[in-house]
């Protein structure tokens, strides 16, 4: 794929790009993460701010692989997500844009990445979700 999906959102109006964002930033509650563990799971319902070229935009992951990307406008742009073989993947309908996932994403820790379209962002998550606690006891009783 030539181009970055984000580089390409550029082209569109600020409403646009902010919906994509908003998209990217959409997270899940702690509940919905214990009910669906799996990469990206701490991001779940949680805001992840994500910079590219020096735009914003909040991304939010939702259970059952739905997006929401915030531009920096404000515009909502609706999609889906996945996270699999080592990749965090948005997919807003006309484009797909994959980013390397190696390590759950920690609260107030920046991450800069570089995407399947070669463009450069950098994530900041400002909180995440934590696994459940195992119903096991101290030794696994």
């Known amino acids: 794929m030539s181009g970055s999906t984000v580089g390409r959102l550029m082209k569109f109006p600020t409403f646009v790009r902010a919906a994509f964002l ?69 997919v807003n309908g006309a484009a797909q844009e994959c980013w390397p996932y190696s390590a759950p994403f920690q609260a107030g820790q920046p991450v800069t990445l570089t995407s399947s379209c070669n463009a450069t962002s950098t994530w900041l998550a400002s909180a995440v979700n934590t696994p459940a606690p195992s119903a096991l006891g101290e030794r696994g009783q």
């Open 22 to 90: 908003a998209m990217l930033l959409v997270g899940f509650s702690s509940a919905a993460a214990a009910q669906a563990p799996g990469p990206g799971a701490e991001l779940i319902g949680q805001p992840v701010q994500v910079t590219t070229n020096g735009v914003t935009n909040t991304v939010f992951l939702e259970p059952a692989g739905a997006a929401r990307i915030v531009t920096a406008g404000g515009r909502t742009i609706n999609g889906s997500w996945t996270a699999s073989n080592g990749h965090l993947c948005l």
